[in-house]
């Protein structure tokens, strides 16, 4: 199963539309962790799964679980969870849902853990990058017979080796 997410697009509709047309069917799931700036009724969230974020002016979830067949995944932006701060309170978020997979956004800044059973992970931003890597970026989690490989991608779908 290949899970396709990103998050903090800040109002860059396009941005979104070209990771659907570029991924060439070979997504399961699309995920957005907040901070999109669009409107509720947008019809990219037929495509994208979606949370609140702290930018946002439409009224989504703050948080959303979404059952796999390999697995249980908790979404949230990450700025009521102090994702500035760390990341313990995303793992406790995952524990209390049962899930295997916490994403999130809010840092702009790409990262990939493994705590404490569960896998964390923040796509940065496919429009306003922070951090070491300052590029556009999203993941792809290919999540098969309960193996999780991250990779992530810039804009142009090239891999990003290092992230920061």
């Known amino acids: 199963m290949k899970i396709l997410i990103a998050s903090d697009n800040h109002g860059d509709h ?15 799931v699309f995920i957005h ?6 409107a ?10 979606t949370v609140q974020g702290n930018m946002d002016y439409a009224h ?7 059952a796999t067949p390999e697995g249980k995944i908790v979404v949230t932006h990450g700025h009521l969870y102090d994702a500035n701060r760390g990341v313990d309170k995303l793992v406790d978020l995952a524990k209390a849902n049962d899930a295997e997979v916490v994403l999130y956004g809010h840092t702009h800044k ?12 923040n796509p940065g931003s496919i429009s306003q990058p922070r951090g070491k890597y300052s590029y556009p970026s999203f993941a792809i989690l290919d999540w098969t017979n309960g193996q999780k490989e991250v990779t992530f991608y810039n804009k142009d779908w090239e891999v990003i080796n290092e992230i920061g």
Do not use: P, R, Y
């Open 40 to 49: 509720e009724d947008d019809t990219i969230w037929g495509i994208f799964h």
């Open 33 to 38: 962790c907040g901070d999109s700036e669009l």
């Open 14 to 28: 396009e941005a979104l539309l070209n990771l659907i047309v570029q991924s060439d069917d070979d997504i399961d």
């Open 60 to 66: 989504f979830k703050d948080a959303i679980s979404l």
């Open 110 to 121: 790409m990262d990939e853990q493994d705590i404490d059973g569960v896998k964390v992970i």
